[in-house]
């Protein structure tokens, strides 16, 4: 297979990093002191064709496939792993739910907000005491009439209190039963709908994570993604791309600490020689450099699939996995590399630490992505 960057993987390289050296580096520290969402730039970033990424151009996307989409997010994660978790969680969840399984009404009606960041997308599977057990989930959803009536809280969600339009899934059925779920479109301002918590995290500061609270909710039987019961199955075969997804923000975030750790080992002089030039600090970078491109090979693979229709489940979680775990590796390895100044926030070093355990965490941990892939193994 051929992974070498296309003219059009190059240009979208040089965009992001031009866009990114004036609106974004310049604020990531303020960003993640504060914790501020900064919509304004997901906006721009529509305007980009950034957050339509996988949207086809008859909906007001960009038309890409998965390789192009892991450049974007890999490029913007470089430089702020938070906006590239959002901008992932746009492009990848909300968006590419109604994309996969929308009515072409839905698809028209919801896609070219989203595409242009008209509208933020957030989406809600996780709930409080469910999380890698979905099927156990207690939001439940009750057909009246022409409406169904939404009850329950979703965590841990991106955008949660700052999303437009929301993809949620709700039991319809009986608990366990994997066809007992259901999906819905439900917009903000939809009466019984608000958010909650917003969450105070070690890392990807700048990405708001939040509850969002049904109360009553009532929502037209139009909303409804597919048919009733179908889900759970939805979220999983959507979790396949958002899987590439975190791999894809993975690896940026290994290749940010990477490349700082190594420009650093140059410009770092101890006993009249650059740190670099000693085995302990250059077998580090030898490691680093190694299983980054280790983690872009399995990212691209999955890629690759899942632009060509293939079922990518077994891959996208093996991408997954293996990325995330790197992201953590590298980061720690270069502000192992950066030394005391790796500790302060002088430096980039600390906060790809920070963000890269997100990474094991999100869209399923590390430990159920041994699961997937030792199912798919095992059939």
């Not at 009750?142 to 709700?170: F, R």
């Not at 259901?182 to 709908?193: C, D, E, I, L, N």
């Not at 030039?277 to 693979?301: H, N, P, R």
């Amino acid at each position: 297979m051929n992974f070498e960057p296309t003219e059009m993987q190059q240009q979208i390289t040089q965009v992001i990093r031009d866009f990114g050296k004036t609106h974004i580096q310049p604020n990531v520290l303020e960003w993640d002191e504060t914790q501020t969402f900064p919509v304004q730039l997901f906006k721009q970033l529509g305007e980009l064709g950034l957050m339509g990424v996988l949207v086809p151009e008859q909906y007001g996307g960009s038309g890409l496939g998965y390789l192009e989409y892991v450049t974007v997010i890999s490029e913007i994660s470089k430089i702020c792993g938070a906006i590239g978790l959002s901008v992932a969680a746009h492009n990848s969840l909300c968006t590419g739910h109604i994309l996969q399984f929308g009515t072409e009404e839905q698809k028209q009606q919801y896609l070219p907000k989203l595409a242009s960041a008209e509208w933020i997308g957030a989406w809600g599977l996780t709930e409080p005491n469910t999380g890698s057990d979905a099927m156990n989930m207690k939001c439940v959803a009750q057909k009246d009439g022409d409406e169904w009536v939404l009850n329950g809280t979703k965590c841990w969600i991106t955008h949660g209190k700052s999303g437009d339009l929301a993809v949620v899934i709700a039991r319809t059925g009986n608990v366990r039963d994997s066809h007992g779920m259901s999906a819905f479109v439900v917009k903000r301002g939809t009466p019984g709908f608000s958010g909650g918590k917003k969450e105070n995290k070690l890392g990807m500061r700048a990405s708001e994570t939040a509850e969002m609270i049904f109360d009553n909710c009532r929502i037209p039987a139009a909303n409804m993604l597919g048919k009733p019961g179908d889900g759970f199955i939805q979220s999983m075969k959507v979790l396949d791309g958002g899987r590439i997804s975190i791999a894809a923000l993975s690896l940026g975030i290994a290749k940010g600490a990477y490349e700082a750790a190594l420009k650093y080992s140059k410009e770092r002089y101890q006993f009249d020689q650059p740190i670099s030039k000693f085995q302990g600090i250059s077998f580090k970078l030898a490691d680093m450099a190694t299983e980054i491109m280790a983690a872009e090979l399995l990212t691209m693979q999955a890629a690759a699939g899942k632009t060509q229709g293939k079922k990518v489940t077994q891959h996208a979680a093996m991408a997954k996995y293996y990325a995330s775990e790197v992201a953590v590796r590298a980061a720690n390895e270069a502000v192992q590399i950066f030394g005391g100044y790796g500790y302060t926030k002088d430096f980039p070093v600390e906060k790809f630490y920070r963000d890269a355990k997100l990474c094991t965490i999100g869209e399923g941990t590390s430990e159920i992505q041994k699961l997937v892939i030792a199912r798919e193994a095992l059939k």
